[in-house]
């Protein structure tokens, strides 16, 4: 199949690279011309350039541009490509993305793709990223069969797991996995940098568990925003949850109440696995 990709970088880029290993054929366009080189060389695309045009006569079409320009980048697309031509997206919240774009283009079908890394750009795209994880489709009554049957079929040789959920229950469920552990996260490193007495000692001592717990706190701070930014109200009520919890685990050890804190600790040990299925 002839598959376009718009916005060549981690997870564009990484598209590219898996779709070419099944045998497609890969257009990609970004905005600089540097990337589009970069993104041949690599072998994440047959061939590249900035103009959209370029797009003109592909079956189906991944927009991997950052959230902020998901839109304008189909609009762009729009007067360029066939009508048959089925688009999808990759961005990180859905409601907000399928509301702006279905009214652009019928054969539109949101997605995500529950992979990355700490990095960004077209370096850092990588094989196999997909293999293995979640990929999102949030379908909505309005969205043509044909076009989701078209996408599963590219999808589903990428070994990646195919979920189905409106694009409102997918940002509600990602503000809890996903965006709220990044502000849960950030305030961990925030809280340890406060005490400067003991600042340089913690540093030294940071082994394991602090690598674990940091992480996304300390990833792509424009990914942090885009998702505070487009994920707003979710992101809010789980962010109050989560102050909720700390308050009453601060009352517990306060208290001296430790059989509640284990308790506690007891049902959060038994509850973390269900989140990590194989
Ligand atoms: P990224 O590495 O920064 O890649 C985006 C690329 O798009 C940039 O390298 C840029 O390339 C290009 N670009 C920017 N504006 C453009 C435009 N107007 N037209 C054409 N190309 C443009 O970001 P990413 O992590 O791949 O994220 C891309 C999308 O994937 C976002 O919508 C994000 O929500 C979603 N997503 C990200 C992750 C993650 O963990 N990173 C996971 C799942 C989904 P140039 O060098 O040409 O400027």
């Known amino acids: 199949?002839?598959?376009g990709i718009v916005g060549l970088g981690l997870i564009g880029g990484s598209l590219g690279l898996d779709l070419r290993s099944?045998?497609?054929?890969v257009l990609g366009v970004s905005r600089r011309e540097r990337t589009c080189e970069i993104a041949v060389a690599r072998g994440a695309v047959d061939d590249a350039g900035v103009e959209l045009a370029l797009l003109a006569d592909t079956d189906l079409i991944f927009v991997?541009?950052?959230i902020a320009s998901l839109r304008s980048t189909v609009a762009e697309l729009i007067p360029k490509i066939s009508p048959d031509t089925v688009l999808t997206d990759v961005g990180s919240v859905k409601a907000s993305v399928v509301q702006e774009i279905t009214p652009l283009w019928h054969n539109f079908v949101g997605g995500h793709p529950m992979a990355g890394t700490a990095e960004?750009?077209?370096e850092s795209a990588l094989h196999g990223l997909f293999a293995g994880n979640p990929y999102v489709l949030t379908p909505t009554e309005a969205t043509p069969e044909a076009a989701i049957a078209l996408l599963e079929s590219i999808l589903r040789p990428l070994q990646v797991k195919l979920h189905y959920c409106r694009p409102e229950d997918h940002d509600r469920a990602v503000a809890w996995i996903s965006h709220l552990p990044v502000m849960a996260s950030a305030s961990l490193i925030a809280a340890c940098e406060s005490d400067k007495a003991t600042l340089e000692l913690a540093q030294l001592?940071?082994?394991s568990g602090f690598r674990d717990t940091s992480r996304v706190g300390g990833g792509n701070p424009e990914l942090g925003v885009m998702m505070a930014r487009y994920n707003k109200s979710e992101l809010v009520r789980s962010l109050y949850a989560y102050r909720e919890q700390l308050n009453h685990l601060l009352h517990?050890?306060?208290?001296d109440n430790w059989e509640a804190l284990e308790a506690v600790l007891q049902q959060t040990q038994q509850a973390r696995p269900n989140y990590l299925k194989p």
């Open 205 to 207: 001592l940071a082994s």
């Open 120 to 122: 960004s750009g077209i």
């Open 252 to 255: 517990l050890i306060e208290q």
């Open 64 to 66: 991997c541009t950052p």
């Open 22 to 25: 099944q045998g497609h054929e």
């Open 1 to 3: 199949m002839k598959i």
